[in-house]
């Protein structure tokens, strides 16, 4: 089912989405999609870190973009337009076309731009020529990590868990999720690199021993994602 949202340039707007953006990663499931994309095109400007959730939101998205990019197709998200309060982007099954020339209008899984299909195959001319070899593919995780106790410092406990550094890896979004009795774990995203990444072994060797497992009591993945 699509989700709406109102202007995210107003302050309503932003308000109503750092409070859905509160308890989620991403604007709909546990990865990123288009409907991510189509809320992040939204945006005249970067959010105001007064948006915390937002503004780590919109960080993240733009980080995925300059990475990797964007491929899951999402449930379907309709944003108000910047033109006027009353103005929505129409229902996903039922988009045109997008105008190139209308940045007010969002085709969520719309066929490729003229630029991004000149891009994509000066990309492939590029390999081609140098004689790389294709790109190892690359998952989306998502990560519940659980302190011992409510007496746990948690900033030192993501900054622990932030602190293991790999070729592959690139850590994303998180936030702390209440458990009970007064404990929060720690919910984060990572990129990962499949052929030089285990997730069983980054755990197992990395979180789950000194130093980090001074603060981490175990980990858990909620999501896998190929991206």
Not at 25 to 53: C, E, H, M, R, W
Not at 82 to 95: F, L, M, N, Q, R
Not at 153 to 173: C, F, I, N, T, Y
């Amino acid at each position: 089912m699509a989700v709406s949202f109102a202007n995210v340039n107003s302050e309503a707007g932003l308000k109503k989405l750092d409070e859905y953006l509160l308890t989620r990663s991403y604007i709909t499931g546990y990865q990123a999609s288009k409907d991510d994309l189509a809320v992040y095109s939204s945006f005249s400007a970067a959010p105001s870190s007064k948006y915390i959730n937002v503004a780590r939101w919109f960080s993240h998205i733009d980080a995925l973009l300059r990475l990797s990019g964007v491929t899951a197709e999402g449930l379907g998200v309709k944003v108000e337009s910047s033109a006027g309060p009353s103005a929505s982007t129409p229902d996903v099954a039922e988009a045109p076309a997008a105008d190139e020339d209308d940045d007010d209008d969002v085709d969520l899984f719309g066929e490729e731009t003229e630029e991004e299909k000149k891009a994509a195959e000066e990309r492939a001319a590029a390999a081609k020529a140098s004689g790389k070899k294709k790109e190892s593919g690359k998952s989306s995780v998502l990560l519940d990590v659980k302190p011992w106790d409510d007496e746990t410092d948690m900033a030192k406990l993501e900054e622990a868990v932030r602190s293991v550094q790999m070729e592959g890896l690139h850590w994303g979004a998180s936030k702390l999720v209440p458990v009970g009795y007064g404990i929060k774990k720690l919910q984060i995203m990572m990129t990962i690199v499949d052929d030089l990444v285990s997730v069983d072994t980054l755990i197992e060797d990395h979180l789950c021993t000194e130093p980090v497992s001074e603060y981490v009591q175990s980990c858990d993945i909620v999501a896998f994602n190929k991206i």
